[in-house]
């Protein structure tokens, strides 16, 4: 039977224990560095903290220790793996080849996203140097996940929600030529998201102040079942930056479309134990979202950017059909019903993102917290000319873009599409919820020569509590009142699903014994539960080995005998890696030597020829270099049409 796993981030502990509590069969969290992520960092008594709670549900915790190491760093990465094993980690997601080369604890090594996990032949090579899961490329569609599955065992692991960063992951410098901030040293500055210009050689701006690299954000919900079949068992979740309302409703969405499948597929099961009851209706719309894509799961879709505006819009919810100072008349969808403190937003004629909240409703009037005019201002220079239609479908909609003075008053046109980025009534709705899991377990109730034992039968743990013996007065009213107080678990992560009495005379039981038996009960599954975990952990299969020289040919492998800067190698260690699997050059990582001349700075899926109807393919002309521009700098676009990817490239 096969497990399958919903694995979400965990930003902290906070965030972590509410990932648990709402469904997830693991979470993934960042220790105290080396993280990928700098600004999120947490302290291994967390850790352990975390991981004590999920062994109570056999739920995961793994610890991204996914950054590029300077030798100088080995040493201390090392001991914070031990620590990571120590505290009761699962498994470590890792980057950097060199943690293969020292002598690490015997826990599970999961191969981040960031070593550009794209084909058969690299998966199976990390099989065959000991890696357990391997997170793929978020570009890969179905039929290749197929493909690495039909040549390799290994766990396959894929990102099914969240923000999509536009190049293959490991493969992006942009941020470290830019400004010194290296991604794959956990410093990423996201110059992805920003404005830029598009232009031609010639220096003429053919777009002008747009989100050019910006994508919207992963959404595969509907294509789970067709993941699960081409070889995917741990689905992910993108988010360690996020704060627990989001990962609360995506684990509680996930965890229900997930749980609908394995009901009805004998031959899946769920990861963990427990189940959650939130106190919401999960809808990924009312996440932050710059909009949904599925990516390349089935080839390349149309509009997978986000041009406008890498801000959240949320929910579509209806059309603005008349505008008179703050007060807006709507035409809502059905089933949308608008409170006071509501966000709304919409772009305006010039595709700026505004935004508003909602100080009133009356019927199909909204009254807004800022004035809405319906004018926007035209005084910029014209950057199309429209007299050439040829080049008409290089702007979305063939619109043309104008440089417009923002006004100060927020801008409309009759029939903006109107949507909610902030619902006050469910927002809150998230915020109280505990997710509330809980383990079934069935009771046994017996006596003792002079007391009661109270037991958790499929967990066998018993506790025993000496007490005297009454012989109860009304039987029928005492077994009543027993399975009552019994059936009774409160805030704890049990819930009772029989309770059997062996009592040959009913005794009438204290409230106060029953409840002294319970807690009892309860500190000694928690214990049994962690002590499992850890005794599968401990003297079990060695997770690791964690030197492997020679234990297949690299280079032959991936034919491979040279490795440039983009494998990423910044320490002696990675490098006697690579060399003693067949690799006879290796080019420094950028991140230890800047080489002299161009470099590929980026490699992406994401096409803005094809984004903007210039698809060489399609309209059959030569694809040549387009240029970006902000005032970071000026970079070139090259275009690979046979592997249809577009590389950017610093000049």
Partial sequence: ????????????????????????????????????????????????????????????????????????????????????????????????????????????????????????????????????????????????????????????????HGALCVSYSGQCYLSHVIGHRSANRGACAQPCRLKWNLEDENGNVLIADRHLLSLRDMNNSKNLEELIDAGITSFKIEGRLKDADYVKNTTAYYRRAIDEIIARRPDLERASQGVSSPS???????????????????????????????????????????????????????????????GLCFLDDDKQLQGFNVNGVDGNVVLASSVISTEAKRNGEILFDTKHPKKKDLFTKGECFRKAQVSTSLRSARND????????????????????????????????????????????????????????????????????????????????????????????????????????????LELSFRLKRNEVKRNGEILFDTMHPNTKDFSTTLEMTRLSYLANVTNSLSRQFYENHGVTHIDDGLEKSMPEGEIVVMT???????????????????????????????FRLDFDCKKCCMKVVNI
């Avoid at 693991?26 to 302290?43: D, L, T």
């Avoid at 210039?614 to 387009?626: S, V």
């Fill in 604 to 634: 992406t899926k994401h096409c803005i020829r094809y984004a903007n109807g210039l698809c060489a393919k399609e309209t059959g002309k030569p694809a040549t270099p387009l240029f970006i521009s902000n005032v970071n700098g000026r």
């Fill in 1 to 160: 039977m096969k497990k399958i796993e919903l694995l979400s981030p965990a930003k902290n502990l906070e965030v972590g224990l509410a990932a648990i509590n709402h469904g997830a069969d693991a979470v993934y969290i960042g220790g105290p560095s080396f993280g990928a992520r700098e600004k999120v960092g947490n302290s291994i008594k967390d850790i352990e903290t975390l991981c004590r709670h999920a062994a109570i549900f056999d739920a995961k915790v793994y610890v991204t220790l996914n950054t590029l190491l300077f030798d100088n760093e080995l040493e201390q990465a090392r001991k914070l793996a031990w620590d990571c094993y120590n505290a009761g980690a699962d498994a470590l997601i890792v980057q950097d080849m060199a943690l293969l080369m020292m002598d690490m604890p015997p826990i599970a090594l999961h191969a981040s996203t960031q070593c550009n996990n794209t084909t058969a032949e690299k998966v199976k090579f990390l099989e065959d140097v000991g890696f357990k899961q391997v997170v793929l490329a978020r570009e890969l569609s179905v039929n290749e996940i197929k493909e690495i599955r039909s040549k390799t065992t290994v766990p396959l692991e894929f990102f099914v």
């Fill in 280 to 342: 919401f209706e999960p809808n990924l719309e009312k996440s932050f979202s710059r909009g949904f894509t599925d990516y390349f799961a089935h080839g390349r879709p149309k509009n997978i950017d986000a041009p406008f505006t890498p801000k959240s819009m949320g929910e579509y919810i209806g059309e603005i059909k008349k505008t008179d100072g703050k007060r807006l008349t709507v035409k809502l969808k059905d089933g949308i019903t608008l409170h006071n403190g509501d």
């Fill in 417 to 524: 599409e109107l949507y909610r980025n902030y619902d006050i009534l469910w927002q809150r709705s998230v915020d109280n919820s505990t997710g509330n899991r809980k383990l079934p377990i069935k009771l046994e109730l017996s006596e003792t020569s002079d007391g009661l034992r109270l037991t958790s039968v499929d967990e066998n743990v018993s506790i025993c509590l000496q007490c005297p013996k009454d012989i109860a007065k009304n039987p029928e009213k005492a077994l009543e009142t027993i399975r009552t107080k019994l059936s009774q678990w409160g805030d704890t992560k049990f819930v009772v699903e029989s309770i059997d009495i062996q009592l040959d005379t009913i005794y009438f039981i204290p409230a106060s014994v029953l409840g002294e038996m319970k807690r009892q009960l309860v500190t000694e």
